[in-house]
Each structure stands twice: as C-alpha cells, then as structure tokens.
C-alpha cells in the first residue's frame, strides 16, 4: 500500500472537491436506504391503520412527503455527487499527468534509455488513469460505507439495541472481508493484467513502426501474431475480472438474503419489546436497503492489485533521479562564448570502458574548430556531453567561461543550436517542425530560412502546412538535414554545433549546405563534426580524435606540415 502515497499526497490539494464527492455520496445513500426503510415502515403502518380506528387519526401526509423528499433527494445527491467527485479526479488526473511527465522529463535519456517507447506511453495513459480507481473505487466508498453502516446502526439500536447491532456487526463484517478477500483474489490476475495491457501496447507499436522493414524480412506475420497472443492473455485477465466481478455481487446478495431471514426471524416476535408491528417492516426494508452500501465495494478491490501494480509502474520514474540536474537559475558569465574541454572523461555505464579519455580542448569564441574522427570515436558523445545530456565522469566542460553545471537548461539551450546527426521529424506539419526551435516566429520568416536553405520545393500545394512526419511527405535525407539547418538558423544562438551535417549527401548537395554554413554562421562559435575532409581548410582549427582522445591538433596547413595521421588521410583521398 505504501505504493500510493506519493498520490495520496497530491489529494491534500483537492481536499475540498474529494471531501464534498464523498458528503454527497453519504447524502444519497442515506436517501436511498432511508428511502426503502420509511417506505416498508409506511406501508405496513398504513395497512395496520387501516384495519384499525387509527386510520381516523393516521398521518399520511408526513411520511408520504418524506418518501417524496428522499425520492428526490436520491437523485440530486447521485447527480451532484457524480459531478463533483468526477471533477475533481478528472483534475487530479489532469495534474497527476502532469507532474509524471515534468519527472520523465529530466530521465531522458539518461534514466529510460532501457524502457520501451509503448511502455512509457502506457505508463503515461493507462497507468495514470488506474490512480482514478483509488479515490472513486476504492477510498470513497468505503468511507462513506463505514459512515453508512454507522449511522444505520445507530439508528436502528434506537429501536431496539440488540436487532441494530446484529444488523451494524454482520455489514462491518462484510466491510472487512470483502475488501480482503476479492483482493486477494484479484491480485495475481490484475498485476498480469496491467503488464499485459503494456505488453499490447509495445508490441502493436513494434509492429506499426517497423512495418516496412519486418514486410520486407518477412518477420511481419511473426510480430503480428505476438501482438495477437498478447491481445489473447489481456482478454483472459478481463474474463476472470469479470468472473470475480460477478462471484463478488452475488455472493453479496446471497449474503443479503441470508441476513434479510436473520434479522425477519429475530424482528418476528416484536421489535424492542414491542409485540409485532410495522416496526418488524422497518427493520426487514432497512436491511434489504444496507447492502446498498456495499455495492460498490463487492468487485472493487479486485481492482486493487492492478492500481498497485500501476502505482509501483509509475513510482519507478516518479522516484527515479534524474542523472542531470540543472540548477534553477544559473546565467553565463561573459558574453564571449568560448568553449573549453578540461580532461574530460566519460563512459555511458561503469562496466564499459571510457568513451572519452582524457579530453581537452579550447574553442576560441568565434571560431570553427573541426572535430574529425573514425566511427565510433566519440564525436557524437562530445556534442552530447556539452549539451549536457550526462554529465562528465571525470574533468569539466565550460561555456563562456561558466562550468556547464552551473547553467541553467533554459539558459544553456539558448546558447547552443544543434544540428545533430540524425534530425528528427515531428509527426506535425512543417510550421510546427521549424517553430519548435523558434516559437514566435512569423510565418514569412519560416518561408524565408526555407528558402535559404533550398527547400522552397516544399512550400508548394500547402506551403508550411503541409504534413511531414509519420504518414506524411517522406523527407527525403539531404532534405531532413536542411529543416535541421533551418530549425538551427530560427535558433540563432552564439554557439553551434554540427553533427555530420553531410553524411550520405552528394557532393554537390554537401557543398551547397557547406556553402549555407559559411553564409549563416558568422560570427559565431562552430564545433563542426566530419569524418569527411571537404571545407576543413576554412576552419580555424582541427582535432583529430582516436578513442575518445586527441591524436593531432592544429590549423589545416599546420597539420598537413605534420605529416602525421591527418596527412596520411589527406593522401589517401
Ligand atoms: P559516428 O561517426 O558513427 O557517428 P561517433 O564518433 O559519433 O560515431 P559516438 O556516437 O560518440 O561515436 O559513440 C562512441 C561510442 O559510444 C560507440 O562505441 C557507441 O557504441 C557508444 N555509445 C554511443 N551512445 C551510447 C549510449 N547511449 N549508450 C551506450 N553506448 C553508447
Ligand atoms: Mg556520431
């Protein structure tokens, strides 16, 4: 149960609306139980009344208006009650959502590098909407039973002691071991089924996304089949769901019956003393209508096991700490925005051997430095660390003369532009795919950095509404690392980063990007990654890196005067 306390807390904030749900729902219950209770009691009474002389002096009236107002006040306080209670876990949802995702936020991709695309969604979707069963499921109704069974109790040892707590004792019983029971019960089949509602969620997102490529491997039938054997357990978990469902509600009403003849045969010869009167009717009627106060409880706690296991779900990100921390507030120090790599170390896990060794650099503010390297050397890794997406093992990294750690994100992500190596393409249109990088700007600015990158081609048909992404135009590669380009340009920060800008392209459409870089990047501090040598005679400096080190280090004409690695490449081409 400790799983839910991080939820609990977050009531506190909606104590008001959960309290008034809950003051609503006693309200109906109460109407509804004292609804059947006064009805029995007025029927019996009048009957007997009318056998009687008392009918000349019998006062219909006032109980028939209390059946009247309990009528309607039956269905008021259901509707208010559904109203409010539903508002306020709709809201608390609402923020639940939101305070998950600002906690996922900061793990990637550090954190959730091992979880699957389909189980995140599935915790973000399903796993969050199970939190609704604590409070609507599982907290109001058996408060508001105890309530109930509390004031029933009361009400009837007025008439007579020992009838009243019979009747209080076998409904508090069934309180205690429902709840219990259908648990554990429920436990096994709802922890299996909430993993197999991920498992669907996963496997239907493999087959769709890799569709193309498991048709032509001839693997399509097999992922299909997964997901269909997937689909199979998830709906034999509903099967029993639905079995221990039914098994709780009749097992309840054969316990309502069973009750009913107890407390007849108790009431039979007399209530409080009392020979038999319509009193017998009101204990009789008042049983009948308690176990209203169960309903809701009979197949609810099946339920429990899958909010646990939803809840422990999400925990393990709630509670994760994130690798990266940025600091609240932290600007830079200067305005010149040099770059500087001091014995930096770094292994994406403590197993693996260091990515980068030793590593030190000093970009100048306003140079180009060119990082030159063979796959697999680490050159993404160092776009990566400066960006900050982990942080160093050993040695620091500083921007403008200000230690990474001490920038906050915003900042930072204002200071860097990326075009990273592969540019993603949002499922949106194009205007959404540029405006992530700058939110404010004008539809005529986005056409005109389209145009300046070439790919005024797209802005045909819909113009900057046309739909890219997923079931939209294909981008073709030398395309999708233009929008890169352009997303950079809209950007506009003092330092950029480029990563394989040109891997894959022709040579004419890498010299035009190539050409683009000059034109649009004056000024400002570029680390430009390649392993091809085209353009490197412009940049200010060049590294050579091996194995996550430096190997040689200079201007073009200084390293080609060194016959060393970088010539030998030079020669070769
Ligand atoms: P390329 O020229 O192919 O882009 P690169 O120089 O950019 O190569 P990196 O992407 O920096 O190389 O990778 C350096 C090493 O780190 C590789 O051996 C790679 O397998 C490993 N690596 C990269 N990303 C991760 C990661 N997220 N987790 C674990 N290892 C990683
Ligand atoms: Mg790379």
Redesign the pocket.
Known sequence: MRELLPYLQLYKKHWFGLSAGMLLAFTTLFASVGLLTLSGWFISASAVAGLTVARETFNYMLPGGGVRGLAMGRTAGRWGERVVSHNATFKLLTELRVFFFKKLAPLVPGRV?NLRDGDLLNRLVADVDAMDHVYLRLLSPVVVSAFGIATLTLFLAWFDFSLGLILGSILLSLLIIWPVVFYKLGKHNGQQLTTHKSDLRVTSLDWLQGHSELVLFGAEERYRNAILDTQKKLLANQYVNANLTGMANGLLMLANGLTLTLILWLAADGVGGNPPDPMVALFAFATMASFEMLMPIAGAFQYLGQTLTSARRLNEIILAEPEVCFPEHGSLKSENYNIHFDSVSFS?DDT?SA?IKDFNLHVEAGSRVAIL?Q???????LIQLLCRYWDTNKGSISIASTALTQISEENLRNTISVVS?RVDILNGTLKDNLAMAKPDATDDELKSVLVKVGLQTLLEDKGIDTWLGDGGRQLSGGEKRRVGIARAILHNAPIILLD?PTEGLDKKTERQIMDLFSQHFVGKTVIFIT?RLVGLDSMDQICLIEDGSIAEQGSHDELLDLKGRYHRLHQTL
Not at 375 to 381: A, C, E, F, L, R
């Open positions: 590098a994406y693996n990515v390297g796959t697999g050397s680490g050159k993404s890794t190596q394989e392993h």
